[in-house]
């Protein structure tokens, strides 16, 4: 099996509702033959979806790193600062042709785009750096975000793609060489903005955190006022397991880079050449 899949399908099995079902079939296969570990199981089970479940606990956890970067806005010490490069990390889409761009895009890519739109208004000088891989679609997800991008206004000479990474720390290692003594940001939702940090921190390139979406919204206090908050939701089992997907991925990170501390940037292969990037006409 391909190591970038094997990965994915450990991480699928090491979820909250994957560990489970685990449990709730440990506990059907075993009620007759050793009911103490049919028990055990099924009170696991059922805590575990309980407590993944319950909103006050999964905004906790969320928070604890989405609150790691605040959102970017220009503040007095950004007023004049110019901006080279806008990055935007991939996502996902559906290809379907009876559908706009901006409709086949998933909702963690929709999100990374129109933050990328809000600031390439703020900064028209800026390039943006589309990526993402294609997967199972015929066209890449960073060529797709391109095509939604241009549906919602933004000129096409201002946008570069990064078609064949299929991770973030592929997308490090591509994107962060082009990034070396310019002024850039990076786009991808709230919670991942760490992990992206790191891998591109570890090929020498250090933009400007932009985070995309937040899990945790409003006032949690005045959440707490509500009875409802109090309940177990399908959506705060949704946040609590990706929560535990970054944990996951942050700890590989760690593990990877306690075993190779020096890790080599390659060339990139965007699809603009450098030439084209240092020569982009400017919109004003």
């Keep these: 099996m391909n190591l970038f ?5 450990i991480g699928l099995l090491l979820m909250p509702l994957s560990i489970v079902i685990l449990l709730l079939l440990i506990a059907i296969i075993f009620y007759r033959s050793r009911r103490t570990l049919s028990f055990l199981s099924l009170f696991l089970a059922t805590s575990l979806l309980i407590i993944s479940s319950y909103p006050p606990i999964s905004q906790s956890l969320i928070s604890s790193l989405e609150d790691k970067y605040p959102v970017y806005n220009i503040s007095s010490e950004r007023e004049h600062q110019s901006l080279d490069f806008i990055v935007v990390l991939g996502c996902y889409h559906f290809s379907d ?3 706009p761009a901006t409709i086949e895009l998933k909702t963690c890519s929709l999100q990374r785009l129109v933050e990328a739109i809000r600031l390439a208004n703020l900064y028209p000088e800026a390039s943006l750096i589309m990526s993402g891989s294609a997967g199972h679609n015929p066209q890449s997800n960073a060529v797709k975000m391109k095509e ?5 206004g933004i000129n096409p000479r201002r ?8 991770d973030t720390e592929d997308e490090a290692i591509l994107i962060a060489p082009q990034l070396e003594g310019k002024q850039s940001v990076l786009i991808t939702n709230a919670d991942h903005m760490h992990r992206a940090l790191n891998y591109f921190s570890q090929h020498g390139a250090t933009p400007t955190a932009a985070p995309a979406s937040f899990y945790a919204k409003g006032d949690v206090k005045s959440s707490g006022l509500d009875i409802l908050f109090y ?4 959506s ?5 397991s990706v929560y535990w997907y ?19 940037s390659t060339p990139s292969k965007l699809e603009a050449s450098q030439e084209l990037i240092t020569t982009l006409p400017k919109d004003k």
């Design 5 to 9: 899949f094997l990965k994915k399908a």
């Design 97 to 99: 042709a009876k559908l």
């Design 148 to 152: 939604a991008a241009i549906l919602m």
């Design 159 to 166: 946008i570069l793609t990064e078609n064949t990474p299929r």
């Design 231 to 234: 309940l177990p939701k399908s």
């Design 236 to 240: 705060s089992l949704q946040t609590t």
């Design 246 to 264: 970054e944990t996951l991925g942050l700890t590989a990170q760690w593990f990877k880079q306690l075993l190779k501390p020096k890790i080599k």
